[in-house]
Nanobody, 124 residues
Framework: QVQLVESGGGSAQPGGSLRISCTFS????????MGWFRQVPGKGREGVAA????????AYADSAKDRFTISRDDAANVLSLQLHRLKPEDTGVYYC??????????????????WGQGTQVTVS
């Protein structure tokens, strides 16, 4: 059974830091890439950061570059996102996603097959 369980998040002041994590299990076939997306009311999921499941290749949205760091722990099956120098516009529900198709845009939500339940990040 495929499971993605997010944890962390919460509230922070502008300029502060937070860390969110996603523990995943039960995938029947190979994972190629993993990512974090943010969603605010009335809008679709926006890609924030993504990482290859096999190398250290990463991709970041312009808004996340130099502030956020995506990482994975292969032994524990955990995907994490460290958020630094937070801004109010970083507020939203953050979802972790798993992708399994070659040749996809890692920062597009349509490239992902599985999603976690989301965790709220509020910066104010």
């Amino acid at each position: 059974q495929v499971q993605l369980v997010e944890s962390g998040g919460g509230s922070a002041q502008p300029g502060g830091s937070l860390r969110i994590s996603c523990t995943f299990s039960g995938f029947p076939s190979s994972i190629l890439y993993m990512g974090w997306f943010r969603q605010v009311p009335g809008k679709g999921r926006e890609g924030v950061a993504a990482i290859s499941a096999r190398t250290e290749t990463t991709a970041y949205a312009d808004s996340a570059k130099d502030r956020f760091t995506i990482s994975r722990d292969d032994a524990a099956n955990v995907l994490s996102l460290q958020l630094h120098r937070l801004k109010p516009e970083d507020t939203g529900v953050y979802y972790c996603g798993i992708g399994q198709a070659f040749g996809q845009d890692w920062l597009s939500s349509t490239s992902y097959t599985y999603w976690g339940q989301g965790t709220q990040v509020t910066v104010s």
